[in-house]
C-alpha cells in the first residue's frame, strides 16, 4: 500500500490525446463531422471501456453488423456489444457482458422520442414565459429609468461586460440581464 496521497507526483497538466499532432482526417467515423453513435444498451461499467476505447483512440468501430452471440442474427450493430438490441432487452442485460443490471445506458428509440417530445412541450411553455418575463423587465427598466438616462443606464451596463463589443445592440443587454435574473 502507498502512503502517498494526492495527486500523482508528474500529473500531466492536460489529458493525453492520441495522435496528438498528427492531422486528424474529420470526416473518418469519430472525427468532428462524423461523430461517434451513442452508446447504447450496456451496463455504466461497459459504457465506460467503449468510452475509453473512444477517448484513447483504441475504438474499432465494427464494419459490419456483427453476429449476436444469443440468437445468432448478425443484428449488432454497436462494436464491442456481444448480443443484439432485441436479445438484450428481452433478457434486460447488458448488451457487452450479459450481466444483469438495472441501470441500461441509453434506450430504445421509441422511449427516447417519447421523452424528446415531453421535453420540447416544457420547452415550449420555458419560451413562452421567458418572453413574458423579458416584457415584464422591459417595462421595469422603462419605469425605473426615465427615458432620458435609459441611453446611459443601457451604455453603463455595456461599460460593466468592458471587454465586449461595443457596438451590441440595446436589445442584447436586456436578454444578457435577463439570464441573470433566471438563474
Ligand atoms: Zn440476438
Ligand atoms: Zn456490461
Not at 450493430?77 to 428481452?90: D, M, T, V
Not at 434506450?107 to 415531453?118: H, I, L, N, P
Not at 414565459?129 to 455595456?158: G, I
Amino acid at each position: 500500500m502507498s502512503s502517498r496521497r494526492g495527486p500523482p507526483k508528474h500529473q500531466n497538466s492536460y489529458a493525453w490525446k492520441p495522435n496528438a499532432g498528427c492531422k486528424i482526417n474529420e470526416t473518418e467515423v469519430g472525427g468532428k463531422f462524423r461523430p461517434y453513435s451513442e452508446i447504447t444498451g450496456v451496463c455504466p461499467r461497459c459504457k465506460e471501456q467503449i468510452d475509453w476505447k473512444r477517448r484513447y483512440g483504441k475504438y474499432k468501430p465494427l464494419a459490419e453488423p456483427a453476429k449476436c452471440q444469443r440468437c445468432l442474427k448478425r443484428a449488432v450493430r454497436q462494436a464491442y456489444h456481444n448480443l443484439c438490441p432485441g436479445c438484450a432487452k428481452e433478457q434486460r442485460v447488458c448488451a457487452k457482458c450479459r450481466c444483469r443490471v438495472d441501470r441500461i445506458v441509453g434506450r430504445d428509440s421509441s422511449e427516447v422520442e417519447a421523452e424528446q417530445k415531453m421535453l420540447d412541450e416544457v420547452n415550449k411553455g420555458k419560451s413562452k414565459s421567458l418572453a413574458q418575463l423579458v416584457t415584464d423587465t422591459e417595462n421595469m427598466a422603462r419605469e425605473s429609468f426615465p427615458s432620458a438616462s435609459l441611453e446611459e443606464y443601457a451604455k453603463l451596463s455595456r461599460d460593466q461586460n468592458d471587454e465586449e463589443e461595443e457596438e451590441e445592440e440595446e436589445e442584447e443587454d436586456v436578454t444578457e440581464d435577463e439570464e441573470l435574473v433566471l438563474e
